[in-house]
T-cell receptor, first 116, second 108 residues
């Protein structure tokens, strides 16, 4: 039973390039979340998606960042025209489609983005 | 006021002792609480979830929740050097709000 799969694990981009981060949730999970962790800081919520729908994007920067979770394939976090301040670890988490309080989320290994 | 607050530490305890990690939260209607462990350079790993007032035990770990005081804690019994990590408190049902974490150091 594979866990949450993220790729690439490490990504280096020059300023102005685009970064595309991929996340495949655990089998049976329909909820996907993206978090960002800056060096020496806590995890910050970015966006919550279900298949073909963005449920909550309150943590996404207004410009250059977008996310999708298509009917087929992984969820994608896209950062256009990257700047040095985008350098961070980006974690994807998934949780099952359950009602009630029990919504444990499990994290992937993360993508470490470095902008040079 | 931060939504989820933790003492950043480091909290240093000797091997075999009980480590006590604390977290307070500001949203009174929160109903789901989680503790994650994160080793340096690694991803967060879920170790405990708690949803109702009182204690929940799992092996060497006990989570305690007091909704009236808006307080959740994690006790680690018989601490081991391998428990040395940053422990993240998270609150929320789907969208999680994380504290900045408490760094725990267990020395032999």
């Amino acid at each position: 039973n594979a866990g949450v799969m993220q790729n690439p694990r490490h990504l280096v981009r020059r300023r102005g390039q685009e970064a595309r981060l991929r996340c495949s949730p655990m089998k049976g999970h329909s909820h996907v979340y993206w978090y960002r962790q800056l060096p020496e800081e806590g995890l910050k919520f970015m966006v919550y998606l279900q298949k073909e729908n963005i449920i909550d994007e309150s943590g996404m920067p207004k410009e250059r960042f977008s996310a999708e979770f298509p009917k087929e394939g992984p969820s994608i976090l896209r950062i256009q025209q990257v700047v040095r301040g985008d350098s961070a670890a980006y974690f994807c988490a998934s949780s099952p489609d359950k009602q009630g309080l029990n919504t444990e989320a499990f994290f992937g290994q993360g993508t470490r983005l470095t902008v040079v | 006021q931060k939504e989820v607050e933790q003492n950043s530490g480091p909290l240093s305890v000797p091997e075999g002792a009980i480590a006590s990690l604390n977290c307070t939260y500001s949203d009174r209607v929160s109903q789901s609480f989680f503790w994650y462990r994160q080793y340096s350079g690694k991803s967060p790993e879920l170790i405990m979830s708690i949803y109702s007032n009182g204690d929940k035990e799992d092996g060497r770990f006990t989570a305690q929740l007091n909704k009236a005081s808006q307080y959740v804690s994690l006790l680690i019994r018989d601490s081991q050097p391998s428990d040395s990590a940053t422990y993240l408190c998270a609150v929320g049902r789907l969208k999680l709000i994380f504290g900045t974490g408490t760094r725990l150091q267990v020395f032999p």
